[in-house]
């Protein structure tokens, strides 16, 4: 069964939030739509809540953040598409569940 985690940090700079991602890697899903917000779907359900923390500590040891695990109910948002037309709620409407 997959893990879903919410995770909200202080600002980063466009260079930490690319380490993020490549932390993240390639299995991990996420959407990162709102600044210092980040939604994450691990589908192997091997990542731990506390390996988030280390992450950002790792990036940038002064910044604050949150992170939880959580089980993905319901969702609601006030959205538009970007100018590329692509929706924001898209990757949340396709892997924010279980299966």
């Not at 993240?24 to 899903?29: A, E």
């Amino acid at each position: 069964m997959a893990k879903f985690f919410v995770l909200s940090t202080d600002q980063l700079t466009a260079q930490q939030i690319t380490q993020l991602k490549n932390k993240l890697g390639k299995v991990i899903g996420w959407w990162h739509w709102l600044p210092n917000f980040w939604l994450i779907k691990d589908p192997k359900d091997e990542m731990q809540v506390g390996q988030l923390t280390q992450y950002i500590s790792e990036i940038n040891p002064m910044a604050r953040c949150i992170a939880m695990e959580v089980d993905p109910v319901n969702w609601a948002a006030r959205a538009r598409n970007d100018s590329n037309g692509k929706s924001m709620t898209a990757w949340i409407e396709g892997e924010w569940r279980q299966p």
